[in-house]
C-alpha cells in the first residue's frame, strides 16, 4: 500500500491509477444516488454518479442531503457518490465504498433518499423507518424552532441495520426535557413513553451543560429512551503503524497492516491512538491503516489514502506516534510539534482533571502542515476560563499571553454554553488566539462553506447573525492566512466583491444545493487575476462598517475549474507508435515533474522530467521508446 512507482506498459493508464489516492471531501459539493434505476427516471444510463436527474439537494436547516424520486415496481440497487465521481461513495452501513444497496418495490412509489455526511450513512424511506426526536430541545441543535418532527438535526440513525437507532448531541445546557419519536418526519406515526401510539411525552435531564445526550429507539417496540452517553466517535478496532520501517521495530516484513508489533494503543482518557518505539536512523515512510486492513488508511495531511508520511531521523531515537479518530490525523513527534492546552476547562472536556498537559482531549492539530495548529470544542459552560499551550506533553516548555515562554495564563470567556471556542497556535510566534462564535477569530478557517461556482461569481452564506458591509475573497499565493478577533492576517491580497442576490438559474441546475445561497460577483477587472489566485490559498471574508471580520470560511473551487479549464481529453498514458505521451489534469498546480524509474526496487533513483502546461489545466510530456515497461511516479 506504499505509493510505488506505477509501470509505464503499451494501454492507457486512467489518472486514478496513477495517483496515490484521492482526498475525500469534508463537505460535498453535490452527492448523487447512482444505480441499477437511473434509466427509469431520465438519465442516459445507469451507474452513473454525474446524472444530474438523481442529484441529491442540501438542505442546510436539517443538515442532510436528500431527494425523493418516483420509482417503477423492481429490484433495484443504488449507493451515494459524492462530486459527481466514484473517487468517494458509500454503500451499506455507511461504509466507504461499500456493498450497493438493494432496493425492492411491489409497486411504483415515490421514494425519498437519504444521505447524512457526518456519519455517511445513505438509506431511503422503503428500507429504513426514518426517526426523528421532537422535543423542547431542538431550537438547541439549530432547528428552527421545537417540536417539529420533520427537523433532521434530531434523526436517529441505523447504520448496521439491528433496528436499533441513536442520536447523540452534547449542544444542550444543563436542563429538563421532554422529547418523542416521529416516523416519517410527520406526527401521523409517533410514540411516547412505553411505546404508546400517541403517548405522553418522554423526560429526561441534561444533568450539565454540553454532556452528551443519547437517544435510543428500538423499532420492534417502538421505545425511545434518552440517557446520559461518553460522546466521542466509534473507534476502530486496531491502528497500525505501517510503513517501511516495521521490520526494524519486529514484524516480519514492511507495509504489514495487521503486524501486531506496530499497533498503536487507544488512550481512553486521551480518545487518541499512540505508540512509542525505538527507530533506527534512516529514510523512512508510513501510514495508518485501520483494522488490520488497507481498506481504510490515512497518510499525509490527514488524507484517507493519503501520500506516505516521511519521517527522516538523523540518529536512532525514540519516536511517538498519535492517531485522531476523529480527525484522521496520524502524525508523530519529530515531524510535528506536539501542543496541548492544559487550562482550567480541561475538566469540562473529560480530561481527568484541569491545567494537565499531557491530556490530549484539547490537543491543538495542524493537518495540513502549515504551522498553525487549531483545536475547537463546543463542550463548555458559560464562564470565564484561563488555557496556556504546552510542548511535548509536559510544562518544560511552555506558552502564555502573547507568545511568552513561561508567560501568563491566557484568559477567554465563553458568554453561551455548548458555543462553539476556536483556539489558534503559531508554531513560529507561539501566539495562542481564542475565541467564540460570539467573539472571535469571526468564522472558520478549517470549513470551506464558500462555494467559488464560475469565473466570475461565488456563493456563501454569511453568518446571518453579523451584518456585513463589505465581502471580500482574500488570496495567499503561499498560504498562511489565519484568523485574529477581528482581523484575517497573512492575506497578499484581497479582491471586493459585489452582492449579487440569489444564485441564476444555470448555476442552481448545475449546483442544486447551492440554491439557498447568495451569489457575490468579481468585477470584470479583476478576472485576469484569477488563474493566479486559484493556485494559492483563499479565504471569503465579511467585513463590518468598521473594517473588523465578522464572518470568514475558505472556499470550494470545483466549480470554477470546471468552469475555466474543462477537459474532456486523454489523460494518463496513450501512445502514437512506440513513443509515450503522458498527460495529467492539475489546473492549479504550480509545477509537474514526472519521475522515471527502471525498477519498483525503493533505493532506485529516480530520473526527473519536467512537465508542460496546456491552458486547460494539463500538464504533459512525451517520451521516447525507451520509456517503455519503467515504472512512473508525478
Not at 506504499?2 to 491509477?17: D, E, F, Q
Not at 527507530?279 to 515512510?285: F, I, L, R, S, T
Amino acid at each position: 500500500m506504499t505509493n510505488a512507482p506505477k509501470k509505464l506498459a503499451a494501454l492507457l493508464i486512467t489518472l486514478s491509477t496513477i495517483l496515490p489516492g484521492a482526498a475525500l471531501a469534508d463537505d460535498p459539493v453535490a452527492v448523487a444516488v447512482p444505480g441499477d434505476y437511473q434509466d427509469e427516471v431520465g438519465c442516459p444510463g445507469d451507474w452513473q454518479p454525474d446524472c444530474p436527474d438523481t442529484q441529491l439537494a442540501y438542505d442546510a436547516e436539517d443538515d442532510v442531503w436528500q431527494g425523493t424520486f418516483n420509482l417503477p415496481l423492481g429490484m433495484w440497487n443504488y449507493k451515494a457518490a459524492l462530486n459527481n465521481s466514484w473517487d468517494e461513495n458509500y454503500g451499506a452501513g455507511g461504509v466507504p465504498g461499500g456493498a450497493n444497496i438493494p432496493l425492492v418495490l411491489a409497486a411504483a412509489q415515490d421514494v425519498k433518499l437519504y444521505y447524512d455526511h457526518k456519519t455517511h450513512w445513505v438509506t431511503d424511506n422503503v428500507n429504513s423507518r426514518i426517526v426523528t426526536a421532537p422535543g423542547d430541545y431542538q431550537d438547541e441543535l439549530g432547528c428552527s424552532g421545537d417540536w417539529q418532527p420533520p427537523c433532521l438535526r434530531s434523526w436517529l440513525q441505523d447504520l448496521d441495520g439491528d433496528g436499533v437507532f441513536t442520536f447523540t448531541t452534547s449542544k444542550l445546557p444543563a436542563g429538563s426535557y421532554q422529547a418523542k419519536a416521529a416516523i416519517r418526519e410527520s406526527w401521523d406515526e409517533n410514540y411516547g413513553a412505553g411505546g404508546v401510539p400517541g403517548g405522553a411525552n418522554i423526560p429526561f435531564d441534561v444533568a450539565s451543560d454540553c454532556a452528551p445526550t443519547v437517544f435510543t429507539f428500538v423499532s420492534p417496540t417502538n421505545v425511545l429512551t434518552v440517557a446520559a452517553g461518553s460522546g466521542g466517535v466509534a473507534q476502530p478496532a486496531a491502528v497500525t503503524v505501517a510503513g517501511n520501517l516495521q521490520d526494524e521495530l519486529g514484524c516480519p516484513g514492511d507495509w504489514q497492516p495487521d503486524c501486531a508489533a506496530t499497533h498503536l494503543t487507544f488512550d481512553a482518557d486521551d480518545q487518541v491512538w499512540q505508540g512509542t518505539w525505538h527507530a533506527p536512523a534512516g529514510d523512512w515512510e508510513y501510514k495508518a491503516p485501520l483494522n488490520d486492513s488497507w481498506d481504510e488508511n490515512y497518510g499525509a495531511n490527514a488524507t484517507r489514502n493519503g501520500a506516505n508520511i516521511p519521517l527522516s531521523l538523523a540518529a536512532a531515537s525514540d519516536v511517538k506516534f498519535y492517531f485522531s479518530r476523529e480527525t484522521h490525523w496520524i502524525t508523530d513527534n519529530v515531524n510535528a510539534t506536539i501542543a496541548t492546552l492544559p487550562g482550567s476547562f480541561q475538566s469540562e472536556l473529560g480530561c481527568p482533571g484541569d491545567w494537565d498537559p499531557s491530556c490530549l482531549r484539547s490537543w491543538l492539530q495542524d493537518p495540513d502542515g502549515d504551522g498553525t495548529y487549531t483545536f475547537s470544542t463546543a463542550s463548555l459552560p458559560a464562564g470565564n476560563y484561563e488555557v496556556k499551550v504546552a510542548i511535548d506533553e509536559s510544562w518544560d516548555e511552555n506558552y502564555g499571553e502573547g507568545g511568552v515562554q513561561n508567560g501568563p495564563n491566557i484568559a477567554f470567556t465563553v458568554p453561551q454554553s455548548c458555543a462553539a471556542v476556536f483556539f489558534t497556535y503559531d508554531s513560529v510566534t507561539h501566539v495562542l488566539t481564542v475565541g467564540t462564535q460570539a467573539g472571535g477569530p469571526a468564522g472558520n478557517l478549517d470549513l470551506a462553506k464558500a462555494h467559488w461556482v464560475s469565473e466570475s461569481l461565488l456563493a456563501w452564506n454569511s453568518n446571518p447573525a453579523q451584518v456585513a458591509s463589505a465581502i471580500e475573497l482574500a488570496y495567499a499565493e503561499n498560504g498562511g492566512m489565519t484568523l485574529g478577533a477581528d482581523a484575517l492576517s497573512g492575506a497578499d491580497g484581497a479582491l471586493v466583491l459585489t452582492a449579487a442576490g440569489a444564485l441564476p438559474g444555470e448555476v442552481t441546475e448545475k449546483f442544486p444545493h447551492l440554491s439557498s445561497f447568495q451569489a457575490y460577483q468579481i468585477d470584470g477587472a479583476d478576472l485576469a487575476m484569477v488563474p493566479a489566485i486559484l493556485k494559492g490559498q483563499l479565504a471569503l471574508v465579511a467585513k463590518d462598517s468598521e473594517g473588523a471580520v465578522t464572518d470568514a470560511t475558505s472556499v470550494q473551487i470545483p466549480g470554477v475549474l470546471d468552469d475555466l479549464y474543462a477537459y474532456d481529453g486523454e489523460l494518463g498514458v496513450s501512445w502514437l507508435g512506440a513513443l509515450p505521451t503522458l498527460r495529467v489534469w492539475a489546473p492549479t498546480a504550480r509545477q509537474v515533474t514526472l519521475h522515471l524509474f527502471e525498477d519498483a526496487g525503493p533505493s532506485t533513483p529516480a530520473t526527473p522530467v519536467a512537465m508542460t502546461r496546456d491552458g486547460n489545466g494539463v500538464w504533459s510530456v512525451t517520451g521516447n521508446a525507451s520509456w517503455k515497461w519503467q515504472y512512473y511516479l508525478y
